[in-house]
């Protein structure tokens, strides 16, 4: 079975300084991908970043990356230029190509940005 | 944003009444998911959708049962409703082709059983 684990339930930022969240999981499969949502509290889901499990090359999306480390199956997340808008529960995901059971989600960690 | 509704947001129930809530969406999407949302938990799958009458179980399916009878609708019912019940849950969908490998998420029922 899959697993995914993060390790900081909670961490603090400065405004504008950068913040690396940690993610790790487990699996036997070889094609997944792995996912960062947030959770502002709005309570929405909102997708912050995808990365599939084939390519090399880590995902960006503007303020965040992902560092990906495929054979340490590692995957942190860093926001930069943190804003008081970032403050939310960021969980990680990971999924593989069937559905279902195979789409897990880690505990989160809750992130506040300070002014 | 994606077409998910979900219904009602709020909720407070007694234990052993029935409970329905119910997820719309407008997308046409295939698979469709109900997660529970608990503290230290992240999401945990309670059951999904691969298409209509099509339903599987999911990490904590005990005490739930789903039914989808058109593509649009997702209904998750507590037939006794616990306090062990009282969560946050979430309806989720997704596609095929290019949407196929991502979730979108509707607003959440807060679930509350005295």
């Known amino acids: 079975a899959q697993t995914v684990t993060q390790s900081q339930p909670e961490m603090s930022v400065q405004e504008a300084e950068t913040v690396t969240l940690s993610c790790t999981y487990d699996?036997?499969?070889?094609?997944?991908?792995l996912f960062w949502y947030k959770q502002p509290p709005s309570r929405q889901m909102i997708l912050v970043i995808r990365?599939?499990?084939?390519?090399?090359q880590n995902a960006t999306e503007n303020r965040f990356s992902v560092n990906f480390q495929k054979a340490a199956k590692s995957f942190s997340l860093k926001i930069s230029d943190s804003q008081l808008g970032d403050t939310a529960m960021y969980f990680c995901?990971?999924?593989?190509?069937?559905?279902?059971?195979?789409?897990?989600f880690g505990p989160g960690t809750r992130l506040s940005v300070l002014p | 944003d994606a077409g998910i509704t979900q219904s009602p947001r709020h909720k407070v129930t007694e234990t052993g009444t029935p409970v329905t809530l119910r997820c719309h969406q407008t997308?046409?999407?295939?698979?469709m998911y109900w997660y529970r949302q608990d503290p230290g938990h992240g999401l945990r799958l309670i059951h999904y959708?691969?298409?209509?009458?099509?339903?599987d179980k999911g990490e904590v399916s005990d005490g739930y049962s789903v039914s989808r009878s058109k593509t649009e609708d997702f209904l998750l019912t507590l037939e006794s409703a616990t306090s062990s019940q009282t969560s946050v849950y979430f309806c989720?969908?997704?596609?095929?082709?290019?949407?196929?490998?991502?979730?979108?998420f509707g607003p959440g029922t807060r679930l509350t059983v005295l």
């Open positions: 989720a969908i997704s596609g095929e082709g290019v949407s196929y490998n991502e979730q979108f």
């Open positions: 699996t036997s499969e070889s094609n997944y991908y």
């Open positions: 990365q599939e499990a084939y390519k090399q």
């Open positions: 995901a990971f999924m593989t190509h069937n559905y279902g059971q195979n789409f897990v």
């Open positions: 997308e046409n999407h295939r698979y």
């Open positions: 959708s691969y298409g209509v009458k099509d339903t």
